[in-house]
């Protein structure tokens, strides 16, 4: 396809800028299992988000991760009390970037790109983030799912992208390390790069990316 | 809440009133761990309907259960000829009811009520699956997502109910064994019933059901 001048490297953020391992460790202090633990948060923190967007019932991240936490904590028998319950919720507050992350903002934002985040996360919770990192100068637009009241991989969640950066799809590449992410944006009509770190197999939406790449370094030379 | 008088009810399908364990049987044939294997099968095909759903990219369900079949067998390594995926899809057409599950069909047919199938499988899926199990008799219609071109539970699919045959929200009974679907139906406003086999925790979705049985013959005593 004949791709227009790249002006925008838009971020997906959870597993794509930041490493959660933090939050695998803090469920190390309360969790029998802590894999397992892990495991059961996250994926239901990706199910609820999914299904609160098909059933329209709009929840914030920060919430609908909460409300995960409670279902891990009572399916895996573990009880929680309020100080251990704020700990783990807290713990997404202290996820921190992968290695190759900053410099790869560095160069991208050396070469004139608009940077930004589009992501799951609650407004708060990506304030919170990226200035705990020290990675705020970089960003244009810190732009939540909140502001769709929906989650992605839906359409209304990539359009935030051109509404409030006035980026045209061509014009911009988004970058995700989630499969479900990258086959929304590509629904939707962005030119997407996988950040594959692990060698994950790809999942069978009927959406491929046009660029895969197995760290963040090697994102510049696709702009 | 005061209800109206209940005409109608109206069934999930896999899970609900037929047990998939033949498709675990299946499995067991070709997977070195028959668990494992079933496990990201099913829920793979969940996670793509869902997220299909989200993109409005609709493929049906046999569609979808073929590309998670394809996804699971990558992922656990399982090479799979022409032959054994045709096998294990067509699994789906072998599952049998639950025990319980002509019993409270007769019973509720015997009093006058409507009885229908709500489900996300294809047409010809439920067309098969009712008319291998014998069953077709007792059903009014078998509904399928299809005909609204989306998933549970997305509402479009509830609204099903009404358009199709004609009772309203609070002249029916839902029944599920489907949590999410429960969260669906109950989002929705219908009245429903969550079949808790197993012992089953809630999700935390925000919706509650009415009732809970543990088995169909519990129904009887609901409308």
Redesign the interface.
């Given at each position: 396809m004949g791709e227009a001048q790249r002006r925008a490297v838009i971020f997906d953020a959870y597993g794509t800028l930041f490493n959660v391992e933090a939050v695998r460790h803090a469920c190390a202090t309360v969790a029998q299992d802590p894999a397992q633990f892990i495991a059961l948060w996250r994926a239901?923190q990706l199910?609820?988000a999914?299904?609160?967007?098909?059933?329209?019932?709009y929840?914030d991240f920060w919430s609908v991760t909460r409300?995960?936490l409670?279902?891990a904590a009572?399916?895996t028998g573990t009880a929680l009390d309020q100080r251990q319950e704020l700990a783990l919720m807290e713990a997404w507050h202290s996820v921190t970037p992968f290695a190759d992350t900053e410099p790869a903002l560095r160069e991208l934002a050396s070469r004139g790109l608009t940077l930004a985040i589009l992501s799951n996360g609650s407004p708060e919770m990506l304030d919170r983030l990226v200035r705990a990192t020290g990675l705020a100068g970089y960003f244009r637009r810190l732009l939540s799912v909140d502001a769709a009241r929906t989650?992605?991989?839906?359409?209304p969640v990539y359009a935030l992208i051109e509404r409030e950066l006035g980026v045209r799809p061509a014009e911009t590449l988004f970058v995700s390390s989630n499969f479900?992410d990258v086959?929304?944006a590509r629904?939707y009509g962005l030119p997407v790069c996988w950040v594959n770190r692990v060698g994950a197999?790809p999942?069978?939406?009927?959406?491929q990316p046009n660029h895969v790449v197995d760290s963040l370094a090697q994102l510049a030379r696709l702009v």
């Open positions: 239901k199910e609820y999914f299904l609160r967007a098909l059933m329209q019932r929840a409300d995960a409670h279902y009572a399916a989650y992605k991989p839906a359409a479900w086959a929304g629904s197999l999942e069978q939406l009927g959406q």
